[in-house]
């Protein structure tokens, strides 16, 4: 697993496939293996690159100063260490703000832009979910309690019709080896309160977003008038883990859109 320093912090990244660079920005309580049922969609179009974002995975040390401004110009950093050139940016949910912020201060190194499961807006109700989320974590109940609390707000409903679908979600979290500590987890959340959404039209590169009918954490209601005139997908069966509940569209969404914008 390659790490690079930089910015006060060491930070681990995996890297594979052949092609284009495509930068993979993880969202809320998330690192680099979330992307997991896409990467194997995107590997024979791109070099898929998947960072752990400051207070995540294996990137250290967990309580380095954290803030949407810190988190993307770890990517530009990361990305210019790399030296592969402008890339191709997925980002989801806070992934998404992060992209943007990347985007607005560092329009060198992006390509296209694509926003999934977020759009430049901060719900305040999301916030106080996060911290009330973090509050049960915090006390005596059970570890599985709140990844309960959690996965409504992250899947379709299709899901928990899906028998032991669940469960078997819950059992992988608890057993990831490096899953975002309580500690580390009101770090990041901390940054997200910080967070002032940034202007779409400081944007110099192709940008599209990809909602989720049925995101509970990001209504396609809320968010579409946002985006302003920015093309706008609405994937239909899929939860805020877009990329979870619909691999393939997202996949084909974001190889069409880089098809079209670079020819």
Same mark, same amino acid.
Request: with cysteine; glycine share 6%; hydrophobic share 50%.
């Given at each position: 697993?390659?790490?690079? =320093?930089?910015?006060?912090?060491?930070?681990?990244?995996?890297? #594979?496939?052949?092609?284009?660079?495509?930068? +993979?920005?993880?969202?809320?309580? #998330?690192?680099?293996? #979330?992307?997991?049922?896409?990467?194997?969609? +995107?590997?024979?179009?791109?070099?898929?690159?998947?960072?752990?974002?400051?207070?995540?995975?294996?990137?250290?040390?967990?309580?380095?100063?954290?803030?949407?401004? &810190? @988190?993307?110009?770890?990517?530009?950093?990361?990305?210019?260490?790399?030296?592969?050139?402008?890339? &191709?940016?997925?980002?989801?949910?806070?992934?998404?703000?992060?992209?943007? /912020?990347?985007?607005?201060? &560092?329009?060198?190194?992006?390509?296209?832009?694509?926003?999934?499961?977020? %759009?430049?807006?901060?719900?305040? /109700?999301?916030? *106080?979910?996060?911290?009330?989320?973090?509050?049960?974590?915090?006390?005596?109940?059970?570890? &599985?309690?709140?990844?309960?609390?959690?996965?409504?707000?992250?899947? *379709?409903?299709?899901?928990? =019709?899906? =028998?032991?679908?669940?469960?078997?979600?819950?059992?992988? #979290?608890?057993?990831?080896?490096?899953?975002?500590?309580?500690?580390?987890?009101?770090?990041?959340?901390? %940054?997200?309160?910080?967070?002032?959404?940034?202007?779409?039209? %400081?944007?110099?590169?192709?940008?599209?977003?990809?909602?989720?009918?049925? $995101?509970?954490? +990001?209504?396609?209601?809320?968010?579409?008038?946002?985006?302003?005139?920015?093309?706008?997908?609405?994937?239909?069966?899929?939860?805020?883990?877009?990329?979870?509940?619909?691999? $393939? *569209?997202?996949?084909?969404?974001?190889?069409? @859109?880089? =098809?079209?914008?670079?020819?």
């Amino acid at each position: 697993m390659p790490t690079v =320093e930089h910015n006060g912090i060491t930070q681990n990244y995996e890297l #594979s496939g052949d092609g284009p660079p495509l930068l +993979l920005v993880a969202g809320m309580m #998330s690192d680099s293996a #979330s992307w997991a049922p896409l990467v194997p969609l +995107l590997e024979p179009h791109f070099t898929v690159i998947r960072p752990d974002n400051r207070t995540t995975g294996q990137t250290l040390p967990w309580d380095a100063p954290a803030s949407v401004g &810190h @988190f993307a110009d770890d990517c530009a950093a990361l990305l210019a260490r790399l030296d592969l050139g402008p890339a &191709h940016i997925l980002g989801h949910s806070l992934g998404g703000m992060i992209s943007l /912020r990347l985007a607005c201060a &560092h329009p060198q190194a992006v390509r296209t832009l694509t926003l999934a499961a977020a %759009a430049p807006l901060r719900l305040e /109700r999301n916030v *106080a979910l996060f911290k009330a989320l973090l509050a049960i974590r915090q006390s005596d109940a059970a570890p &599985h309690v709140w990844l309960h609390a959690l996965f409504p707000w992250l899947f *379709a409903p299709a899901i928990y =019709e899906i =028998e032991g679908m669940v469960e078997q979600a819950t059992v992988a #979290s608890l057993a990831y080896p490096y899953a975002q500590s309580a500690d580390a987890m009101a770090h990041q959340i901390a %940054a997200l309160d910080g967070y002032v959404p940034d202007a779409l039209d %400081a944007v110099q590169c192709p940008i599209q977003a990809l909602l989720a009918a049925d $995101d509970l954490l +990001l209504p396609v209601e809320l968010a579409r008038p946002t985006l302003g005139k920015v093309p706008t997908h609405v994937i239909a069966q899929a939860g805020h883990s877009i990329h979870w509940d619909a691999p $393939d *569209a997202v996949a084909e969404h974001l190889r069409r @859109f880089i =098809e079209e914008t670079q020819t």
